[in-house]
Each structure stands twice: as structure tokens, then as C-alpha cells.
């Protein structure tokens, strides 16, 4: 997809929920969301809460059912400004760190 357009579509979101229903490597569409300034949403995966969402300090996690979704996502409408400061203040340190450890 173009720049544009994932631009276009990242400033149509309010919240961005990652659909992905197994375990992955790095997300790139929920660190692009985060980037855009949109609360991000992704089911509870070691792999996503370990790299991304860590602790649930840049996002908002849930389980793979409906009303753990629904949960999350009325805190992701609520708080959501408090995920987005805790990401731009904290997201560059925290992987400047990890870096740093390896």
C-alpha cells in the first residue's frame, strides 16, 4: 500500500484493533498505528505483548473472545490518550534500553 494511503487510512481510525489470530514476529501495522498517534489494540500473544505492547503500557491487549474485546475496547476509547502519551514518552527509551542490553 502507498504511503498515502496507509496515511489516509491511519488518520481514518479512532482505535487501530490488529486482526492477526496467531502469534508473529515484530507487528509493523501496530508500531505504524502507534506512530500515527492511534491507540492500538492486540490479542494477548507473548509475541506482541513481549515487543509491542509491552505490559500493556503502548496498547491495550485482549483475549481471543468477544467480551475481552469489548472490554478492551471501551478501555481503548476511555484511556486511549494515556497508552498514546506512555507510547511517545516512553516507547524510544524502552528500546534504546533493550538495545543497549543485547
Same mark, same amino acid.
Given at each position: 500500500?502507498?504511503?498515502?494511503?496507509?496515511? *489516509?487510512?491511519?488518520? *481514518?481510525?479512532?482505535?487501530?484493533? =490488529?486482526?492477526? !489470530?496467531?502469534?508473529?514476529?515484530l507487528d509493523l501495522t501496530l508500531m505504524e498505528a502507534m506512530m500515527s498517534g492511534k491507540p492500538v489494540m492486540a490479542l494477548r500473544f507473548r509475541s506482541i505483548k513481549g515487543s509491542i505492547v509491552? $505490559?500493556? $503500557?503502548?496498547?491495550?491487549?485482549? *483475549?481471543?473472545?468477544?467480551?475481552?474485546? !469489548?472490554?478492551?475496547? $471501551?478501555? *481503548?476509547?476511555? $484511556?486511549?490518550?494515556?497508552?498514546? =502519551?506512555?507510547?511517545?514518552?516512553? &516507547? !524510544?527509551?524502552? &528500546?534504546? &534500553?533493550?538495545? @543497549? @542490553?543485547?
Amino acid at each position: 500500500m502507498s504511503p498515502s494511503k496507509l496515511q *489516509a487510512f491511519y488518520n *481514518a481510525i479512532d482505535v487501530f484493533v =490488529n486482526p492477526t !489470530l496467531r502469534p508473529q514476529g515484530l507487528d509493523l501495522t501496530l508500531m505504524e498505528a502507534m506512530m500515527s498517534g492511534k491507540p492500538v489494540m492486540a490479542l494477548r500473544f507473548r509475541s506482541i505483548k513481549g515487543s509491542i505492547v509491552v $505490559e500493556d $503500557e503502548f496498547g491495550f491487549m485482549f *483475549a481471543p473472545n468477544v467480551v475481552s474485546l !469489548l472490554e478492551a475496547l $471501551e478501555l *481503548a476509547v476511555k $484511556e486511549g490518550s494515556r497508552s498514546l =502519551n506512555n507510547f511517545s514518552r516512553n &516507547f !524510544l527509551q524502552f &528500546f534504546f &534500553f533493550k538495545t @543497549q @542490553q543485547l
